[in-house]
């Protein structure tokens, strides 16, 4: 009797592909989305803003918003084939366009994603740096006055994000997750209300009387000359694109969520709640960051304030930022950890170092698995991501650079064209018709935010001056 018992105990504690039983809910996705979705991105829109204008800009924040909650709710039907609510499941983003669509495809969506999450997880060292030195040259201010020369290098504060990185990337799989996500998010909000406050206060308070605003954004002739609006104006709608681009880890959450109520209809109302927030913190943040510092908003909005007073709450949103960061990047680079670890073990089965889990009691935590290859490869690829972060510490070209990168492919041309398939919607009707217009627009900005972007980099390439303290 007793086997039977534990069988069924066993079976009641895994899903129906008989892997470890998923416990994602609607608060647990939402989060993991917030946690993708406010980035950094959110520190850039000030200036992307004032680069557009009150037209434009937040025109744009809203049509990407529609855009990206659409193209989820399109990717979020793909997690499971042929039936959306009683198909197979996908695990990645690779899995569900090798079930939707095949060939060639499976592999051009490899090399956007994780291309993309390199990319991203550099970003990220480099903001959070910025952040910690933000914090080290306002208390150095407040200590030693305003004329102080408070220099401050960037490079032992990426080791020092790098090394808790080290630690964190120890945890094994984005089930584990979660915990780190609600905090991520909780900071996300922290900081962007601490910027949001700020901005009003300069406003209210007559700092914004001598600020000059415009219907179309930087003045041609009185602020940049005409090619660098042009320039200006494509990495600005880069920088919003990337600003909302999550879809890189869509399938990976929707993978940690129970199987009932259905996961597509979690996602898709993850994905409403996430995109939603999110644009309403855009829209106010960059606006009111925008009518704060008009045509000359900074890159990032709070370093903006200057690093007087009120010092400790510029500090305190500088740490919030860190903190976000610190569990974004876990967020992006879980699913690159998974993808590599799973082909190594197929790869090497038979590799002892690859697949034997060692148990540790760790107190206070309980059994705690360990592996030799994940400890190796996961510590290696922080270092990496660490030393290229500390090559081109460049924020704001480099954002919209991945963002344009990645946001054709993975979140407009692979959801739609799988939607296309999977509904087998007929040549040159009207669904395909605006579909795919939908889609060309989308390349199109992809284009001219890429082209913006590199513009971008080699003008701060030309001003860099490597291992200058800053």
Same mark, same amino acid.
């Given at each position: 009797m007793e086997p039977h018992s534990s069988t069924l105990e066993i079976a009641k504690n895994l899903d129906d592909d008989g892997r470890e039983k998923r416990t994602g809910t609607l608060v647990t996705a939402s989060a993991h989305i917030i946690t993708a979705v406010i980035g950094s991105g959110v520190l850039s829109l000030a200036w992307a803003i004032a680069q557009l204008g009150w037209v434009a800009g937040p025109a744009v924040l809203m049509a990407f918003s529609f855009i990206t909650y659409f193209t989820s709710t399109l990717l979020a039907d793909s997690y499971r084939t042929p039936h959306p609510v009683s198909g197979k499941r996908n695990y990645t983003y690779m899995d569900v366009v090798a079930a939707n669509l095949g060939g060639k495809k499976v592999q051009l969506c490899g090399i956007a994603q994780y291309v993309n999450l390199v990319g991203v997880t550099i970003g990220y060292t480099i903001t959070a740096s910025i952040s910690m030195v933000a914090v080290n040259k306002s208390n150095c201010y407040h200590k030693e006055g305003h004329a102080a020369s408070c220099k401050s290098s960037n490079y032992q504060y990426m080791m020092i994000f790098a090394a808790i990185q080290i630690i964190l990337s120890q945890i094994p799989n984005f089930h584990k997750l979660?915990?780190?996500?609600?905090?991520?998010?909780?900071?996300?909000?922290?900081?962007?209300?601490?910027?949001?406050?700020?901005? /009003? !206060?300069?406003?209210?308070? *007559?700092?914004?009387?001598?600020?000059?605003?415009? $219907?179309? +954004?930087?003045?041609?002739?009185?602020?940049?000359?005409?090619?660098?609006?042009?320039?200006?104006?494509?990495?600005?709608?880069?920088?919003?694109?990337?600003?909302?681009?999550?879809?890189?880890?869509?399938?990976?959450?929707?993978?940690?969520?129970?199987?009932?109520?259905?996961?597509?209809?979690?996602m898709k109302k993850a994905s409403l709640a996430?995109?939603?927030?999110?644009?309403?913190?855009?829209?106010?943040?960059?606006?009111?960051?925008?009518?704060?510092?008009?045509?000359?908003?900074?890159?990032?909005?709070?370093?903006?304030?200057?690093?007087?007073?009120?010092?400790?709450?510029?500090?305190?949103?500088?740490?919030? /930022? !860190?903190?976000?960061?610190? *569990?974004?990047?876990?967020?992006?680079?879980?699913? $690159?950890? +998974?993808?590599?670890?799973?082909?190594?073990?197929?790869?090497?089965?038979?590799?002892?170092?690859?697949?034997?889990?060692?148990?540790?009691?760790?107190?206070?935590?309980?059994?705690?698995?360990?592996?030799?290859?994940?400890?190796?490869?996961?510590?290696?690829?922080?270092?990496?991501?660490?030393?290229?972060?500390?090559?081109?510490?460049?924020?704001?070209?480099?954002?919209?650079?991945?963002?344009?990168?990645?946001?054709?492919?993975?979140?407009?041309?692979?959801?739609?064209e799988m939607y296309i398939a999977r509904a087998k919607i007929q040549r040159f009707s009207f669904t395909w018709v605006w579909l795919k217009i939908l889609s060309w627009v989308c390349l199109v900005v992809s284009l001219v935010a890429a082209i913006g972007s590199v513009q971008g980099l080699l003008t701060d390439v030309k001003k860099y001056k490597p291992f200058q303290m800053e």
């Open positions: 979660s915990w780190l996500s609600i905090l991520a998010a909780v900071m996300s909000f922290a900081y962007s209300s601490i910027g949001l406050g700020l901005s /009003i !206060a300069k406003v209210v308070g *007559g700092g914004g009387d001598h600020v000059r605003t415009g $219907l179309t +954004g930087v003045q041609v002739g009185v602020d940049v000359s005409g090619q660098e609006k042009v320039w200006r104006t494509f990495q600005a709608i880069g920088d919003i694109a990337f600003a909302y681009a999550y879809s890189t880890v869509l399938i990976e959450i929707q993978d940690t969520l129970k199987s009932y109520p259905p996961e597509n209809k979690v996430g995109v939603s927030t999110t644009t309403i913190f855009y829209v106010l943040c960059g606006c009111v960051g925008y009518a704060a510092f008009g045509n000359n908003a900074p890159g990032n909005f709070l370093t903006g304030f200057g690093f007087y007073e009120p010092f400790w709450l510029i500090d305190f949103a500088n740490v919030c /930022i !860190a903190v976000h960061l610190i *569990g974004a990047y876990q967020v992006f680079c879980q699913p $690159l950890f +998974g993808f590599f670890e799973i082909k190594c073990r197929q790869w090497w089965p038979d590799s002892k170092f690859i697949t034997t889990e060692h148990i540790l009691n760790v107190p206070f935590y309980g059994e705690y698995y360990i592996n030799m290859f994940r400890l190796v490869w996961r510590t290696t690829y922080v270092i990496l991501t660490a030393v290229i972060a500390m090559i081109f510490p460049f924020f704001n070209s480099f954002l919209g650079l991945i963002g344009a990168g990645s946001f054709y492919p993975l979140t407009v041309y692979f959801p739609i």
